[in-house]
Structures are given as structure tokens and as C-alpha cells.
């Protein structure tokens, strides 16, 4: 059973930055940080490969980062210039296969516990 803990999260003005961080214990092959604000649905926002090809959603893509460090078995999202709407409850997920939809909940079986990201105007 792979288990997955996120760190980093925190409060910020908008216009601000903050770097979270996903500690994968056991194989992984994609990986993707997904969010969920109060009242809607959780969606994924960020996916890498183990060849680091990357996959972002419209709404983050050139502000947000996702890299990963597979010898230490991390993945990190480096959030610039956040905005209020993207407040929200943010998950590592990891799945143990290359993926069709890689920012598609359905895709991943393992999640981490989440971490609070709060942007205040």
C-alpha cells in the first residue's frame, strides 16, 4: 500500500507563493496534486511522469510547477502568483501506471491526507 504525506501547505496574500511537498512511500509511476475548494468537486490541477513530462490544468498552468525528486521519492508543486480562488484543500495522489486521463480522479487509487491552502486578498 503506497502512502502518501503532504507538507508545505499555509496562508498567503494574493500574488504570493508557496511550495508544497508529497512523501511517497513505495512505487509510484504517475504522479499529480489535485485540489478541492468548500463546495465543489476535487479536481486535478498538475501530473508529471517518471520521464517528467508534465500535464496542468488551464487554470494553473504557467503559475504553478509540479516537479519531482524520484531518488528521494518526492513529488513538490511550486505555487506563484496564487489567487484567492485557488484556496482549497490540496491532495498528492499517485498511481501505479502511465494514464490515459492523468488529471482524472478516477485514475489514482492512493491519496495523501491533504494539506490547507488558504489566499487572502
Known amino acids: 500500500q503506497v502512502q502518501l504525506v503532504e507538507s508545505g501547505g499555509g496562508s498567503v496574500q494574493a500574488g504570493g507563493s508557496l511550495r508544497l511537498s508529497c512523501a511517497v512511500s513505495?512505487?509510484?509511476?504517475?504522479r499529480a496534486w489535485f485540489r478541492q475548494a468548500p463546495g465543489k468537486e476535487r479536481e486535478g490541477i498538475a501530473s508529471i511522469y517518471p520521464s517528467g513530462s508534465t500535464v496542468y490544468d488551464d487554470s494553473v498552468r504557467g503559475r504553478f510547477t509540479i516537479s519531482q525528486d524520484r531518488a528521494k521519492n518526492m513529488v513538490y508543486l511550486q505555487m506563484n502568483g496564487l489567487k484567492v480562488e485557488d484556496t482549497a484543500m490540496y491532495y498528492c495522489?499517485?498511481?501505479?501506471?502511465?494514464?490515459?486521463?492523468?488529471?482524472?480522479?478516477?485514475?489514482?487509487?492512493?491519496w495523501g491526507q491533504g494539506t490547507q491552502v488558504t489566499v487572502s486578498s
Open positions: 513505495g512505487y509510484s509511476y504517475t
Open positions: 495522489a499517485v498511481s501505479l501506471a502511465s494514464l490515459p486521463h492523468p488529471l482524472a480522479e478516477r485514475s489514482y487509487a492512493s
